[in-house]
């Protein structure tokens, strides 16, 4: 029997790029084929943002949707062409889109995902699975996060309680009890890169403090972390998600209002401080079979994975190198995976998790 593959895109939180992933699944197990990250160009990335920041009206929301598309299938075609497989032999595209909102609670709960699947259908010649997160918001849950169904299926371990720690624009979380009688908890505990980010951006010009560096030039003003902290995300209880149309600019803004006129490197070094207090303090219980792995943008941060790292028992904080996959790589394969799930009519969410009424299979399917 010929080789099956699943193509995985993603582009989360940070905006900065999509990933692409070419995988096959067996049993347990998969194997990575190829992978690449494709950056956005820099008019398209602002445009983007400023959508967030809830600035695009119907035709500025179209033009994106297409334009996004365009750029999510411009990222299959060359992983494709690059990996040298026989595009014959992809069974489906698993696309996540971009977000630009994601209100689920409320009396009329929505998750926005752009970048037309159609299009990607279209131009790659591939059945696209996408529009992920609308069933499970359908059935009552969150919508989000979608990824704890992957990360149980490829990291629960019967020896080792597992958490599962992603560090993009929002942190978010997978508790895997090695007691498979125990449920798999994950939800989003904040910002982890959105507003060091954001403020870097609008300080520097740059897109990212490369390495915390300008964070450690700065130092915790400790009344401005408790103010951040008071925000009522923090302690409300599970399942619950977020994302940039809560910590973005603007709340930091809100925050900064009531505090005389800080060194811009202490409020970076403040708002990286806030990103590991309020994960620290909303990780499980820690036990000493406990593991904490991490993945996503956030694990080449530096200053972030140390400060991570000293409110933690010694050698307790990882990669998901250490348990298989580059962490750059987890959401993408996750979204492979996801479509796989959706043609096998299988579920993609975990009611534990999300909070819908029942497990669901999700997602739309474009056909090749």
């Known amino acids: 029997m010929s080789q099956s593959y699943w193509l995985g895109l993603m582009s989360g939180t940070s905006m900065d790029a999509v990933?692409?992933?070419?995988?096959?699944?067996?049993?347990?197990?998969?194997?990575?084929?190829?992978?690449?990250?494709?950056?956005?160009?820099?008019q398209l990335r602002s445009r983007l943002l400023n959508a967030v920041r809830n600035h695009a009206d119907p035709d500025e929301l179209g033009e994106l949707d297409t334009l996004t598309g365009q750029h999510f299938a411009q990222a299959a075609n060359e992983l494709i062409d690059a990996s040298g497989i026989d595009r014959s032999s992809i069974e489906a595209i698993g696309s996540h889109g971009q977000t630009i909102r994601h209100q689920p609670a409320g009396s009329a709960p929505f998750s926005m995902q752009i970048g037309?699947?159609?299009i990607i259908a279209e131009a790659t010649g591939l059945c696209t699975v996408a529009d992920f997160r609308r069933r499970d918001l359908a059935a009552g849950g969150q919508g989000a996060p979608l990824v704890p169904a992957f990360h149980q299926w490829l990291f629960r371990s019967p020896n080792q309680d597992r958490c599962i720690l992603n560090l993009g624009g929002i942190a978010n979380l997978t508790w895997l009890p090695?007691?498979?009688?125990?449920?798999?908890?994950?939800?989003?505990?904040?910002?982890?890169?959105?507003?060091?980010?954001?403020?870097?951006?609008d300080q520097t010009g740059k897109h990212y403090d490369q390495n915390g560096q300008w964070a450690r030039e700065g130092q915790?003003?400790?009344?401005l972390l408790e103010d951040l902290q008071s925000d009522a995300y923090f302690v409300k209880p599970a399942p619950k998600s977020?994302?940039?149309e809560r910590f973005n600019l603007d709340w930091i803004s809100t925050h900064l209002q009531r505090f005389d006129e800080l060194p811009a490197e202490d409020v970076q070094?403040?708002?990286?401080?806030?990103?590991?207090?309020?994960?620290?303090?909303?990780?499980?219980?820690?036990?000493?079979?406990?593991?904490?792995?991490?993945?996503?943008?956030?694990?080449?941060?530096?200053?972030?994975m140390e400060e991570l790292e000293k409110g933690l028992p010694?050698?307790?904080?990882?990669?998901t190198a250490e348990i298989g996959l580059d962490p750059q790589w987890v959401e993408p394969v996750a979204f492979a995976w996801l479509a796989r799930q959706t043609l096998l009519g299988l579920p993609g969410n975990l009611p534990s998790v999300t909070g819908a009424r029942g497990a669901r299979v999700l997602g739309a399917i474009y056909p090749a």
Request: hydrophobic share 45%; aromatic share 8%.
């Open 19 to 42: 990933d692409a992933v070419l995988v096959s699944f067996a049993d347990q197990q998969l194997d990575m084929h190829a992978s690449l990250s494709l950056p956005y160009p820099e």
């Open 116 to 118: 037309c699947p159609a």
């Open 178 to 201: 090695a007691d498979i009688h125990q449920p798999v908890i994950g939800f989003d505990t904040g910002p982890a890169n959105a507003l060091v980010d954001a403020w870097c951006f």
């Open 220 to 223: 915790v003003n400790t009344e």
């Open 242 to 244: 977020t994302g940039k």
């Open 269 to 304: 070094r403040t708002l990286l401080q806030l990103s590991v207090n309020s994960i620290l303090q909303q990780l499980p219980e820690r036990s000493g079979n406990l593991a904490v792995y991490a993945c996503g943008g956030g694990t080449f941060n530096a200053l972030l």
């Open 314 to 319: 010694a050698g307790m904080l990882k990669t």
